[in-house]
């Protein structure tokens, strides 16, 4: 039993706990605190660009086509290449344009019930951007990604090794203390009960997140199943015009009944359309169903489903990431992931103040001996 466990291997796991989380202390708090506001990504984003993001819904929508029409009249010579859409009836249409000739790309976004353009996507608020790169990288690219990903090892092992440590005293609750020095080995104990599953998911999952195209390979491979091909490059027919934004959109809701569309990309062009779909059972912001049509006709060229995907991508590029980020059950599960990753930093600093206890005891042991 836990309980039971040899003294010497007890201050053994103390030790490793204590020095393990001293040395991922700094990065767990950044990833705690950046995590719980990650969880609410989209609502907060939607909130600091309001400008950008909320309209009045005035009667039916426009078509894409007509909402595309209406763009491009105010930017003549541009083509649009991608339409994001929301489930939200309040929330803008984002229009990426592509010039006729040399320059840049631009995104914008658009009323869909009037077509009047609320600005340009490069004048947006990008806190919740940055946040995003910060949790994954600490902004710092690659680096900073093997960074989170041994944060997320050190996790794993201190809610393991701190599950054990709790074992023998059971703090659940609070109650009797009667010194600062007490009262915060309560919290943390009983802090970290509660919350040592969510960070236990939160540390296997952020290490899948890190290499979830290796984990999706191997069981896919042991299951012997494999993703949908890439479309092959499409021949343009001689005097053909690729397919308007209204006929791909019918083709999708066709292909994928029960599916609503999120984004179509690559309209106007030579290469195969993408089409990304989102079923409702489906946590993910965007949806993990993948649809490839033929830029001239609107055939299907590829076709792979959050439902029918093979058992590797849906544990790697689907329930992972919905574990982690909450999404799994909606808003219950999003609250409690948020306040679990708001957690972590309390954990932190409460351990280090223990730490410090014991420094302080063992020197004042010391000089007494």
């Known amino acids: 039993m836990l309980c039971a466990l040899p003294m010497n291997f007890r201050k053994l796991l103390l030790f490793l706990h204590l020095t393990g989380g001293l040395v991922s ?17 989209g609502e907060i984003d939607h909130w ?16 894409l086509g007509e909402l595309s029409d209406k763009v491009l009249a105010r930017h003549p010579g541009s083509k649009v290449s991608v339409i994001v859409l929301s489930k939200d009836d309040r929330i803008a249409t984002t229009i990426a344009l592509r010039p006729a ?15 009047a353009e609320l600005g340009s996507t490069d004048t947006a608020n990008t806190f ?11 902004l710092l690219g690659p680096p900073g990604k093997l960074i989170t990903m041994w944060g997320a090892i050190f996790l794993l092992g201190l809610s393991v090794s701190g599950l054990i440590l709790w074992w023998p005293r059971k703090l659940w609750k609070f109650g009797g203390a009667k010194s600062g020095r007490e009262r915060n080995f309560q919290l943390h104990n009983v802090a970290g009960f509660y919350s040592c599953v969510f960070m236990f998911l939160f540390a296997v999952t952020g290490i899948v997140v890190h290499w979830d195209d290796e984990v999706r390979k191997l069981i896919n491979k042991a299951t012997h199943e494999e ?77 792979q ?18 574990i982690h980020t909450g999404d799994i059950f909606g808003w219950p599960t999003r609250i409690i992931a948020s306040i679990a990753s708001f957690t972590l930093p309390l954990l932190v600093v409460t351990g280090v103040l223990i730490w410090l206890g014991r420094m302080r005891r063992k020197r004042r042991q010391a000089a007494e001996a």
């Open 128 to 138: 919740m951007a940055k946040v995003h790169q910060f949790h994954t990288n600490l």
């Open 305 to 322: 489903t959050s439902r029918t995907a093979p058992l590797g991508t849906r544990i790697a590029k689907l329930w992972n990431r919905e």
């Open 227 to 303: 993703d949908a091909p890439m479309p092959r490059a499409v021949t343009a027919p001689k005097d053909a015009a690729p397919q308007g934004p209204d006929a791909l959109l019918a083709a999708a809701n066709k292909a994928v009944p029960g599916a609503r569309v999120t984004s179509i990309m690559g309209i106007g062009g030579n290469a195969p359309v993408r089409v990304t779909m989102k079923f409702p059972e489906d946590g993910t912001p965007a949806g993990r169903t993948n649809l490839y049509l033929d830029p001239f006709t609107a055939d299907t060229l590829s076709l």
């Open 101 to 115: 000739g040399p320059g840049k790309s631009v995104s914008l976004r658009v009323n869909p019930y009037t077509g």
């Open 48 to 63: 600091l660009n309001a400008r950008l993001s909320w309209v009045q819904p005035e009667g039916a929508r426009l078509s």
């Open 25 to 41: 202390g700094v990065f767990l708090i950044f990833l705690g605190g950046s995590g719980g506001l990650l969880v609410f990504e």
